[in-house]
Nanobody, 123 residues
């Protein structure tokens, strides 16, 4: 079992950058494929990014369009989401998730979830 806790959210202006972190504990972090999802008010949960267990391969939702990067520190049990050129439509609650399918954009394939961290982008 893996416990996840996101942090780093906040209120920023359009065009700013923000780095989200996901701290993990419990089972061996490097055994898990990791993902980021988000949920905006009134909308369904949306895939943001996924990262393979060894950190070599990343996948992104189409809306990212090169603005985000995802990486992990397996020694420190941390997952990151670097978000640049933020837009008001990026406003959402961001979640990290752990699973066993590298690169999955399907939330059902993630077994463990954090509580989320709020990102608000003002125009």
């Amino acid at each position: 079992q893996v416990h996840l806790a996101e942090f780093g959210g906040g209120l920023v202006q359009a065009g700013d950058s923000l780095r989200l972190s996901c701290a993990t504990s419990g089972d061996t972090f490097r055994n898990y494929a990791m993902g980021w999802f988000r949920r905006a008010p009134g909308k369904a949960r949306e895939f943001v990014a996924a990262l393979s267990r060894n950190g070599d391969t990343s996948y992104f939702g189409d809306f990212v369009a090169g603005r985000f990067t995802v990486f992990r520190d397996n020694a420190e049990n941390l997952l990151y989401l670097q978000m640049d050129s933020l837009k008001p439509e990026d406003t959402a609650l961001y979640y990290c998730a752990a699973g066993t399918h590298d690169g999955s954009s399907w939330d059902a394939e993630y077994d463990y979830w954090g509580q989320g961290t709020q990102v608000t982008v003002s125009s």
